[in-house]
């Protein structure tokens, strides 16, 4: 598959959401049978792989039956190299399913960026795979469609092979019929059975495993062509080329490897993937041992005939092609093959070929037409053998006449009522009918002529959403076209609304509960919920939404929403007896608003915190903080105490807040008087200062 990116714009699914649970998130490869998305299991909270299978496929009854009923069988396989099934669905239409999802790249990228890879590397690439393989055969499941897109090589080293089922259903419902043997898709790894009969059996998935070991040493397919005609053509009637023919140094025994798995003879291969697989192993064996010849195992791994696993069809022989649809028993009229894009062409499409009649039914046996008589004298006639006379009867030509006139009419009225029977069981069955003509994606007005045409009558039975047919134009009719109706009947037409979208409520400053409650009433789903602080929305509320309210999405597309917390809660430094203006600063950053008051403080220098309340804890954003600032000590005047006597002066100093403590001078006489003071009387001090007093 082609890997495009992803675009929302152009995706009707990305955005959806399958059954209320898988949201599509990202394309991550397209086929023409269906589109694979990166989703997001919202009831599992995983990411998984949806694969969603395109309208046209999704349309045919037939098909979804068979779809289902693989899928069911490949969700039975539960192994760890194969890709897991979780679950498959149906939503409006849309068929889907859930898988394992493998981040890393295909065998396919691994094969353009690497190969030609060396011999032991492509048999430990193909280990696990044939291990997958082997255990599907153990199953009684059978792949069909082995090949590099269909190997998934993880980013954690692991190897899954996927699509285990899902080939089956498609090549069985699609394109192919024993009539048509029309083939689409890629031909590369079919088995030559497959190709000429539509047959296939593990030996088929043993044939595609050969192919890639070739491929993985060579980097090249073993048979290349024009166009996907010469390349069936070579399969059916070409053996594989050795590898030994490509790439140099190719052990012997190696070549037989690839000659057995891809021998155009299926009775001639390995009968499963677990033989296959111990001849790989055997093969790695031998390698690893750097054995570079070994003539006992490359007899034992050459084509060799086994016990068939019946029905075995053989490969007959194609005749050489000429050109394109004519001389092949295929049709690929319908396939785009350039050599130059051969890989762009082949991957495009959807790796699911089909060719042949439906490959689960067992061959119908050739009935032989029964021998010519020989050419020789009629043997004698037995005699008859005599009645007795009393039991004779003796006609006269008279009675015979009357008795052939009497069979006449007999015959003739038995014709005439047998003619009247077929006549009204034609006019019952048949003539009175005529088929439905088509209208779909005609205007009300345009289908009615249409069908007026044809002798009907158009009634129309309601409206319904399309993503793809235009408004007020046919959407479907019953009956559908091309069936039955009897003449004069009347067709019910359901046309378009167009595209089904809904705009998304405003739900800013709503309940989680009421969000959700209101997008679900919208025909909506709530997509991811981010939960955030706001300082101006309630907490449980919803502060916006992606896309924002108005625009107008599709039925069940999701609505992501974030919702608040509440206000964030900031938590409070402690600025005591830290500077004011770095606290201030500090604290309405934060978003606090502050209340700054100044006080003397004996303890605290001028300009530092003398208190802070809170200075602990949690607030928020525009909550208050006080700040109580020291202006430092407390300045008063120092009383004059000169000439005074000791105990005086002691006491004025003490009553004005201040210490004091009495020396002698130099001049001490002993009168027991105050010659001055330290600070001087009148001058300012900090109150609680010691005051030295000299006396004389």
């Known amino acids: 598959m082609e890997q495009p990116p992803a675009d929302r714009g152009s995706d009707p699914f990305i955005g959806r959401l399958l059954n209320h649970r898988y949201r599509i998130d990202k394309r991550i490869a397209r086929g023409g049978m269906a589109t694979v998305y990166e989703s997001f299991d919202t009831r599992l909270d995983r990411t998984v792989a949806v694969k969603i299978m395109h309208p046209g496929m999704s349309g045919d009854e037939q098909f979804a039956r068979r779809f289902e009923r693989e899928a069911q069988s490949a969700a039975r396989l539960s192994h760890h190299n194969v890709v897991q099934v979780f679950d498959r669905g149906e939503d409006d239409g849309t068929l889907y399913l859930v898988m394992e999802y493998v981040p890393g790249r295909t065998m396919r990228d691994l094969i353009r960026a690497e ?96 192919v890639m070991i070739y491929e993985l040493m060579t980097g090249v397919k073993p048979h290349r062509a024009e166009g996907p005609i010469q390349v069936a053509y070579k399969h059916v009637n070409e053996d594989t080329p050795p590898p030994s023919e490509m790439v140099e140094d190719v052990p012997d025994y190696v070549d037989a490897l690839v000659a057995g798995a891809t021998a155009r003879d299926m009775s001639l291969r390995p009968p499963d993937a677990n033989a296959l697989l111990a001849n790989v192993r055997r093969v ?104 007795p006379r009393a039991r004779a009867a003796t006609f006269t030509p008279a009675s015979k006449r009357r008795i052939s006139a009497q069979r006449r009419r007999r015959l003739i009225v038995a014709a005439l009522v047998a003619l009247g029977l077929l006549i009204t069981g034609y006019w019952l069955l048949v003539a009175r009918y005529t088929h439905t003509p088509s209208v779909l994606r005609l205007t009300q007005s345009a289908a009615t002529a249409k069908v007026k045409e ?78 955030t602080f706001s300082e101006t929305v309630a907490a449980g509320k919803v502060i916006k939404t992606t896309p924002q309210a108005g625009i107008e999405l599709r039925r069940d597309a999701v609505v992501d929403l974030v919702v608040s917390k509440g206000r964030q809660p900031v938590k409070i430094p402690d600025f005591t007896n830290k500077l004011a203006a770095k606290a201030s600063l500090a604290l309405t950053k934060l978003g606090f608003v502050i209340k700054r008051t100044a006080a003397f403080s004996d303890t605290v220098p001028a300009g530092k915190v003398i208190s802070q309340t809170p200075n602990s804890g949690t607030g928020f954003k525009g909550d208050s903080i006080s700040l109580e600032v020291s202006k430092g000590p407390e300045l008063v005047a120092v009383p004059n105490v000169k000439k005074m006597g000791v105990a005086a002066a002691k006491q004025a100093l003490r009553a004005a807040g201040f210490k004091v403590v009495a020396v002698k001078s130099k001049v001490w006489i002993g009168l027991g008087y105050v010659l001055k003071s330290d600070p001087v009387g009148g001058s300012m001090a900090p109150k609680g200062r010691t005051v030295t007093i000299y006396l004389v």
Request: no cysteine; glycine share 6%; aromatic share 4%.
């Open 284 to 387: 790695a064996s031998a390698l690893e041992r750097g054995i570079a010849s070994d003539r006992r195992l490359a007899d034992e791994l050459s084509p060799h005939v086994v016990t068939p696993i019946e029905p075995t069809v053989s490969a007959p022989v194609v005749p050489a092609p000429t050109h394109l649809g004519t001389a092949a028993p295929l049709d690929l009229t319908d396939v785009v093959y350039d050599q130059e894009e051969q890989e762009a062409a082949e991957e495009a499409r959807e790796p699911n070929w089909n060719v042949g009649p439906d490959p689960t039914r067992e061959p119908t046996p050739e009935v032989a037409p029964e021998p010519a008589a020989p050419d020789v004298a009629p043997e004698p006639a037995v005699p008859a053998i005599a009645l």
């Open 454 to 531: 044809a002798g009907l009558s158009l009634k129309v039975g309601g409206y319904d959403y399309s993503e793809s047919v235009p408004k007020d134009t046919v959407i479907r009719t019953t009956p559908e076209p091309g069936d039955r109706i009897l003449d004069g009947g009347t067709v019910v037409a359901v046309l378009s609304r167009g595209p089904e979208r809904h705009a998304v409520p405003n739900l800013v400053g709503k309940s989680l509960e009421d969000a959700q409650k209101l997008l679900d009433s919208a025909a909506l789903a709530t997509g991811t919920i981010t939960k």
């Open 115 to 210: 190969a030609p890879v060396s011999a032991q590397r492509a048999m430990a690439l193909m280990d696990p795979v044939l291990v997958a393989i082997a255990a599907a055969h153990k199953r009684k499941l059978i792949h069909r469609d082995i090949k590099p897109e269909n190997i998934l090589l993880g980013a954690d080293d692991s190897t899954k092979v996927a699509d285990f089922g899902l080939a089956k259903a498609i090549t069985s419902e699609t394109n192919a019929s024993a009539t048509t043997g029309s083939l689409m898709g890629t031909v590369s790894y079919l088995s030559p059975e497959f190709l000429a009969e539509g047959y296939a059996d593990e030996r088929a998935d043993v044939y595609a495993a050969g």
